[in-house]
């Protein structure tokens, strides 16, 4: 299971933190990712992290603004969103990948969060 948690709303410019806890016992032996999905679109990567947090991978909207990091010995993922912007509005999703290599590519991660909201303001 993982938990996602966070979210909330904020103005343009600020920044929030998402995390999301495992239940798996096995978490640092898996990638990770945060993907979002904004009113009536398709959900899309945000960014991943490989099971050892030495690779990371960012959606080119975020680079420079977004960190992805894990911290193995809590089984959590964190998201740090800097410099947000009202186009960042979205439901993000945590989700796992059981290998131990990140991909960009939604259909790769098998256990999906139940999504944390971000919402904004301009």
């Known amino acids: 299971q993982l938990q996602a948690s966070g979210g909330g709303l904020v103005q343009a410019g600020g920044s929030l933190r998402l995390s999301c806890a495992a239940a798996e016992r096995a978490f640092n032996m898996y990638a990770m990712g945060w993907f979002r999905q904004a009113p009536g679109k398709e959900r899309e990567f945000v960014a991943a992290i490989t099971r050892s947090g030495l690779t990371t991978y960012y959606a080119d909207s975020v680079k420079g603004r977004f960190t992805i990091s894990r911290d193995n010995a809590k089984n959590t993922v964190y998201l740090q969103m800097n410099s947000l912007k009202p186009e960042d509005t979205a439901v993000y999703y945590c989700?796992?990948?059981?290998?131990?290599?990140?991909?960009?590519?939604?259909?790769?991660?098998?256990?999906w969060g139940q999504g944390t909201e971000v919402t904004v303001s301009s």
């Open positions: 989700a796992l990948r059981p290998r131990t290599i990140a991909t960009m590519t939604l259909d790769d991660y098998d256990y």
